[in-house]
């Protein structure tokens, strides 16, 4: 118990040192650099993940952590049901669910969430240095709070938002957590461009 | 410290009854403070539980018939280790997720736990909970009385 306390203490100074770092870095660069990318996690599999090796496809990124009761799994169903809406094109769209609870979401943990969903995602964790890297990288943000009088001993508050890449890995679009499976569908199909696969329904 | 006990004991025989009556009537007898709440549940369901996953959240509607205001303080379930009472929180860009205390039910009025805003959580669930099984919970409100509810387990996976 001291010892996980110690974890999330030295976790939370962690945050705090990121997002001064954040404060500061915003207030003296004029435009900001463009979110996004290339890094290497390890996926739910245990195996090191790259980034660069989703090229060619369109990339759906969000963060979040296995105990929250909401958002990941409202999250993790919205894009079940986007990539059943996009029918054959689903098979260019990968998702990554990036943790931001490395110390509780182990890769088995990522797997039992991810497995539930008819989805073709791959859970992202790592070193607290690791996560914390891809966060800024992205413009997100989280912060850990503790909750002594709950079982769940802390939370982690954190941005919702899904950031959608193209073909090459740029950031193309974001979408915050109340959008819609419509609106999140007809964005992935503007980066796929015109659609040669029928749409769902027709021709199955 | 000289107790309630003890001062019922020392009371005129006279009044002892009426005191030991009015001690009853503030302890509600078990099983009783379901039929005397004013507050009752509706619509009460459980995102599904594979495999794996230890935590899950409970949603409801709280209806309040009564002239006075309620509020669930806490609850337990077979099915878990912990019941405890949470709200998911828009703080600006981020969703925070926090304990409350109390949930309060207005009088004559309702308060609806929903996806994104006031849940119950179940912590350290005991087994997989899959789509249409039935979770029993007990909720205990402010006044010491009780609600037992019996919640679905509802699927997380987008419908075919």
Redesign the interface.
């Known amino acids: 118990m001291s010892a996980a306390s110690t974890g999330w203490r030295r976790a939370a100074r962690w945050v705090s040192a990121i997002a001064l770092g954040g404060v500061l870095s915003a207030a003296c660069a004029a435009p900001a650099p463009a979110p996004g990318g290339d890094f290497t996690l390890t996926d739910h599999h245990g195996e090191p993940f790259h980034l660069a090796s989703t090229r060619g496809k369109v990339v759906v990124i969000f963060f979040g952590y296995s105990m929250c009761p909401d958002v990941c799994p409202t999250t993790l169903s919205k894009l079940a049901s986007v990539a059943r809406r996009l029918g054959d094109q689903r098979d260019l769209v990968k998702t990554l669910y990036i943790s931001v609870d490395p110390e509780r979401d182990t890769p088995e943990v990522l797997k039992a969430d991810l497995e539930y969903f008819p989805l073709d995602a791959l859970g992202l964790t790592g070193t607290r240095e690791e996560v914390d890297r891809v966060v800024a990288q992205f413009g997100a943000e989280y912060r850990i709070v503790p909750t002594p009088e709950s079982a769940g001993r802390y939370a982690v508050t954190h941005t919702t938002t899904l950031y959608v890449l193209d073909q090459g890995g740029r950031v193309r679009l974001t979408f915050p957590y109340e959008a819609t499976t419509d609106e999140i569908v007809t964005g992935i199909r503007s980066l796929l461009g015109p659609a040669d696969a029928p749409e769902e329904g027709t021709r199955r | 410290m000289t107790n309630f006990l003890d001062r019922i004991r020392s009371a005129p025989t006279g009044l002892a009854p009426l005191a030991l009556l009015a001690l009853l009537s503030i302890a509600p007898a078990p099983g009783l403070g379901a039929q005397a709440s004013a507050v009752s549940v509706t619509n009460a369901w459980v ?2 539980v ?4 230890k ?3 409970v949603f409801l509607v709280l209806e309040n018939s009564g002239p006075t205001e309620r509020a669930v303080v806490s609850g337990s379930t077979v099915v878990a ?2 019941l ?1 009472l ?1 709200e ?1 929180k828009r ?1 600006g ?7 409350v205390q109390r949930i309060a039910v207005p009088a004559k009025g309702s308060v609806e736990l929903r ?2 805003g006031l ?1 119950l ?1 179940l ?2 669930v005991r087994q997989p909970l899959a789509a249409g099984d039935t979770v029993p919970l007990r909720l205990v409100l402010d006044d010491g009385s009780r609600i037992e509810v019996r919640a679905e387990v509802r699927s ?3 419908m075919p």
């Open positions: 995102r599904e594979p495999a794996g996953r935590t899950t959240a280790d912990t405890e949470h998911m703080e860009g981020m969703m925070a997720m926090s304990p996806p994104g849940h959580m912590f350290g997380m996976r987008p």
